[in-house]
C-alpha cells in the first residue's frame, strides 16, 4: 500500500506545473514605471526613424522615453548621429518633433550652439564664463545602429548590435526591400490608459486573436500556427485564407493584395507577418507595406504608442487601394486591441484577481515576463514589496 502511494506520488510529480501570469500589482506602480526604463528601456535599443527620414545633412527626429530625450540629426559628412537632446548649460531642451536644422543646433533659451558632431560652437556673452572649456560641453553622445533601413538608438548599456539580436529572422526582410521605402504616414503617437506591459502581453501572444479580432480570423489563419523565434526576438506568420471575407473591406483586399508587390515571392504576397524585440518593439509586415511601433511608458497604468507605415514607391491605383484598405483593416485591429488592453487594466485592478495559469500559446508572452523578472526581482513577489511604497 505505500508503494503504491509513492507511485501516484511520483506520477504526479511529473505532471508539468503550468507558468502563470505577472503578479497584478506590477502593471499600476510608479515605482515600476522608474525601475523599467533605468533597468530595461533605456539600455535598450529604441526604434528612431527609417534612414529616409535623416536623408540631407540637418535632418533630425526627436524621441522621448520617459523623462529622457534623444535627438538623432545626419551631419555634414553624412554620418547618422545620436545626443541627448539637452543643453550642457542649464539643461534646456534643444529640438522638438523633426525637421532640418541647416546651421548649428541652438538652444533656444540662452543661445548656447553646437555643430552636428556635438562640439560646442558658441557661448553667448562668451566672456561671462571664465575658464570655460568649450571642449567639456559638448553634447552627451548616443549609441547609435543601423539595420534593416531603420535608426536605432540606446541611451544607456551596450547592447549588442541589433542585426546580431535577430539571427536568422533578419533574412525574412532581404525580399521587402525595408531600406527603399519611404514614409506613407509621419510618426504618430497614441496615448492608451493601459501600463506598457499589459500592451505588449497583448502583442506577444495570439491566443486571443479568434476571439478578440473577429477580422483578421476571416481573413488568416493565426499566426501561432506559423511561429518561430531567437533569443528576444518572435515571428508569427498569418497565411490568406481562401474562402473569401463576409466584410468588403476585407474582402477586396483578399482579392486585390495578390497584384501588388510583384517584387515579392509569391508566398509573401499571401501572408501577414509580425515580429517582436524585447523588451518594446513590433514591426508588422504586409505585402504592400509595413510599419514599426513602440510602447513606452507614460506612467502608470498609461502608455504612448509611437509608430509609422512605410512602403515602397508606387502611385499605382492598385497600390493605393490596397494600402487603404490595409490600413483601415489595421486600424479596426488596433481599436479592439486597446479596448481589450483597457478591459485588462481595470480587472487587474480587482482584489479577487491571482494570476492565472499560461497557455504554450503564450510562450513569448512568458520570454518577456522572464526578462522582467530576471532584471526586477520584485516582480517575482505577490505585493509590492514595502520600500517601493
Not at 526604434?47 to 524621441?63: F, I, K, N
Not at 511601433?293 to 491605383?317: M, W
Not at 492565472?356 to 509590492?384: C, K, N, Y
Request: aromatic share 10%.
Amino acid at each position: 500500500m505505500k508503494s503504491a502511494t509513492v507511485e501516484r506520488s511520483d506520477l504526479r510529480s511529473t505532471v508539468p506545473v503550468p507558468a502563470r501570469a505577472m503578479p497584478a500589482w506590477i502593471y499600476n506602480h510608479p515605482e515600476m514605471t522608474r525601475l523599467e526604463l533605468e533597468r530595461i528601456l533605456l539600455p535598450s535599443w529604441q526604434v528612431l526613424c527609417h534612414v529616409s527620414q535623416l536623408r540631407h545633412a540637418g535632418d533630425y527626429v526627436t524621441l522621448d522615453i520617459g523623462t529622457e530625450s534623444v535627438v538623432g540629426l545626419r551631419d555634414r559628412d553624412g554620418v547618422i548621429r545620436a545626443f541627448h537632446n539637452v543643453c550642457r548649460h542649464r539643461g534646456a531642451r534643444l529640438l522638438d518633433g523633426d525637421g532640418n536644422c541647416a546651421g548649428p543646433i541652438t538652444c533656444p533659451y540662452h543661445g548656447w550652439s553646437y555643430r552636428h558632431d556635438g562640439a560646442l560652437l558658441g557661448v553667448a556673452a562668451r566672456d561671462t564664463f571664465p575658464g570655460l572649456d568649450r571642449s567639456e560641453h559638448g553634447l552627451r553622445a548616443v549609441k547609435v545602429d543601423v539595420a534593416f533601413g531603420f535608426v536605432f538608438v540606446a541611451l544607456a548599456g551596450d547592447p549588442p548590435p541589433v542585426a546580431s539580436t535577430w539571427g536568422t529572422l533578419a533574412d525574412d526582410f532581404e525580399p521587402y526591400r525595408f531600406q527603399d521605402m519611404v514614409p506613407l504616414t509621419p510618426i504618430t503617437t497614441q496615448t492608451w490608459n493601459v501600463d506598457w506591459k499589459i500592451a505588449m502581453d497583448n502583442y506577444l501572444e495570439s491566443y486571443h486573436v479568434p476571439i478578440g479580432h473577429p477580422g483578421l480570423y476571416r481573413m488568416f489563419t493565426p499566426d501561432y500556427d506559423d511561429q518561430s523565434g531567437v533569443p528576444g526576438v518572435a515571428r508569427g506568420v498569418s497565411w490568406l485564407r481562401e474562402q473569401p471575407s463576409t466584410h468588403w473591406a476585407e474582402r477586396r483586399y483578399q482579392q486585390f493584395v495578390g497584384h501588388v508587390s510583384q517584387h515579392l515571392p509569391e508566398a509573401n504576397r499571401r501572408c501577414w507577418r509580425f515580429y517582436s524585440m524585447l523588451p518594446n518593439l513590433g514591426i508588422d509586415v504586409f505585402p504592400e507595406q509595413m510599419d514599426f511601433f513602440q510602447v513606452l511608458p507614460a506612467g502608470p497604468g498609461k502608455c504612448t504608442i509611437r509608430g509609422a507605415i512605410y512602403g515602397l514607391p508606387d502611385s499605382s491605383r492598385t497600390m493605393r487601394v490596397v494600402r487603404y484598405l490595409g490600413q483601415r483593416i489595421n486600424q479596426s485591429v488596433n481599436g479592439e486591441d486597446e479596448w481589450l488592453c483597457k478591459r485588462v487594466q481595470r480587472g487587474l485592478a480587482s482584489g479577487s484577481y491571482t494570476p492565472g495559469p499560461l497557455s504554450e500559446l503564450e510562450r513569448w508572452m512568458r520570454e518577456f515576463h522572464d526578462v522582467l523578472r530576471e532584471r526586477i526581482p520584485e516582480t517575482r513577489q505577490a505585493q509590492a514589496p514595502a520600500h517601493f511604497a
